[in-house]
């Protein structure tokens, strides 16, 4: 695909490429709570939350761009071409993902195509779906007694044309963390069993994970395929698999809220809002 370029100019705005963190308005840097108060514009995923949203100027242009499991608002040439425009157009363009852009987010995809038109990007980390998941959902990624690794995939990538590496990922003393994998755990199910990792292995989907409407689905690798079924189970959801989730009952803190929660005036101050 052709980008857009203005002959003999230079983009005059920038591009900051920003994670919104996996829900919880609170989990949002104040980095990136910086950048959104002086956006001109804003392209943001569908996992981004409403309370993350409502930081952003009124006078803002907001543009959906966000990608679901055969639900693709916009195709990812077009989100490289906007970000591009939008950086000739406009002074601040803030590029907002769901939990961290560099960890399955195609941050590294779009700024390659701002490297390759001349426009100038900062990216700002956040916290990823991960970490946040599994911190909420009470199971560390790893422990002395049960995990000494951790390793994060997709589950959403074309499985049948891009085989796995089952074998490395059955390791009994890893925790294995699946982005997207809920369409594929059937795959994901059998292709561990099958790598040698035991069907009693711990295994939990937690969904919309540190929002108000987080759930916890517990079961083992056996029951993955049942556990993916599972009629409440809602999107997003992340899967983590391995003996550290015998932990939940005991470590689990979080009881998800009734109600939004909200940037703390003091916060605010002291930012200069």
């Not at 829900?23 to 108060?37: F, H, N, P, Q, S």
């Not at 939350?49 to 679901?68: C, T």
């Not at 982005?179 to 295994?203: C, D, E, K």
Request: glycine share 10%; net charge negative.
């Amino acid at each position: 695909m052709e980008l857009f370029t203005l002959t003999g100019q230079q983009a005059q705005g920038k591009v900051w490429l920003v994670g919104a963190g996996p829900g919880d308005l609170e989990l949002l840097t104040l980095k990136a709570y910086r950048i959104l108060k002086k956006a001109d514009v804003v392209l943001y995923d569908a996992l981004v939350s409403d309370e993350i949203l409502s930081l952003i100027p009124k006078e803002a242009e907001l543009i959906a761009v966000g990608k679901r499991a055969g639900k693709h608002s916009a195709a990812q040439d077009e989100i490289n071409q906007l970000l591009v425009t939008k950086a000739y157009t406009r002074k601040n363009v803030v590029r907002l993902k769901g939990g961290d852009p560099f960890i399955f987010g195609r941050g590294g995809e779009e700024l390659e195509t701002l490297v390759a038109s001349g426009v100038a990007f900062e990216v700002v980390p956040g916290i990823t779906a991960a970490s946040g998941t599994s911190a909420y959902a009470g199971i560390p990624l790893t422990h002395r007694d049960h995990a000494q690794g951790v390793t994060f995939i997709t589950g959403h990538c074309k499985l049948e044309s891009r085989p796995m590496d089952w074998q490395a990922y059955a390791n009994s003393a890893n925790t294995l963390v699946v982005y997207m994998g809920i369409l594929n755990a059937n795959t994901i199910q059998q292709g561990l069993i099958g790598a040698g990792r035991s069907p009693q292995t711990p295994v939990a989907i937690v969904s919309k994970a540190t929002t108000a409407a987080q759930q916890r689905f517990f079961g083992t690798l056996g029951e993955l395929t049942e556990l993916a079924a599972h009629p409440e189970l809602e999107m997003p959801a992340l899967m983590i698999i391995g003996e550290v989730v015998g932990l939940a009952d005991s470590l689990h803190w979080f009881e998800p809220e009734t109600s939004p929660r909200v940037l703390d005036t003091s916060i605010k101050q002291s930012l200069g809002q």
